[in-house]
């Protein structure tokens, strides 16, 4: 095995900024539609899919901005702190990058009228600002790694709570892995995840035919909040994550647990918003007047969103240290939190 890596202090120091700084760029966002709302509600609504109207016509944010806001501001926090912030950096620039992409080419298109030349421009700059803060912070989770603390041979200065004279920083430790409960739920609820998402999209793809699907990846004529990704560009990343997550916990790889609490955002907030879209439409009080198709959709909404929790909950119930240590001592090195 190769020596264990982590990031030098002011690399997680810059990333936990760089993220703090995308939390921020978002906020704003959602403060801007709070205001344009005729209610408070109609922003809720509006992400949840539900049509509202903004005093000037024009959404900007969608469900992937309180879902990007809660998301940043943890990684700011335990980026600085932890272990595994190589890994969570990563995890969120790629995540950064992979929304915000798409933006680029439709904020540019040539159908994108009736929009403020203004708000667009404003729309356009924060979102090639997002994508820029992406990638710098791969960047920053590459080039800043060092490797990891020597002391954890069990023995001597420089071990954990062994010596109150020379205890390391626990961030300058090796990553954190799930546990292995935990790697085999994440395995389980993210692999389903990913298999179930990705036949409704073939489903989708057979019933609209490549030419009317292709505007799903490309957002042509279909977006509606500004900040929108593609609805089928947007599914495609999280099924490709939620596999990604799944083959890297069985695996027991110590970058799944960050990666697997980054894939659960997304996957938690397209159940939590698209459940509050069928309770508002009274669907599950109808559900046996539905079409078969219909209320498959119900369902997995309401699969995502217990699927989601569940592997927060079980990438968060403990972790298990990547370690010579750990192996010869695994009790030593077992949190929970």
Known sequence: MGQDRTLSRGARAFGALLTAALALISLGWIARDFTEAHQVVDVWWNWAGLPARAEDGVWVTSFLEPTLVLLYSVAAVTAFRSSSSAAILTCTGLLTVAVRVPGLWYLNADWMQGVPDRLLSKVLFSTIAAVVIGAVLVVTATAGRRPAHGGFDGYGPGTYGLDGRDEPDPADGPPAGPTRSGAVAAFLLLGTCGVVLAAWEIRTWQQYGWERYAHTLTGERGIVRLLDAPTGWTLWAVVVLSLVTATAALG????????????????????????????????????????????????????????GLAVLLALTKGTVRDSPAAAATPDRHLTTS
């Not at 955002?265 to 397209?270: H, T």
């Not at 069928?278 to 219909?294: A, N, V, W």
């Open 252 to 307: 027991g790889a110590p970058f799944s647990r960050p990666l697997g609490l980054i894939s659960a955002a997304p996957l938690l907030a397209l159940g939590v918003f698209g459940t509050a879209f069928s309770l508002k439409l009274d669907f599950f009080r109808h559900l046996d007047d539905l079409g078969i198709e219909s209320r498959l959709h119900v369902l997995t909404n309401v699969f995502e969103t217990a699927a």
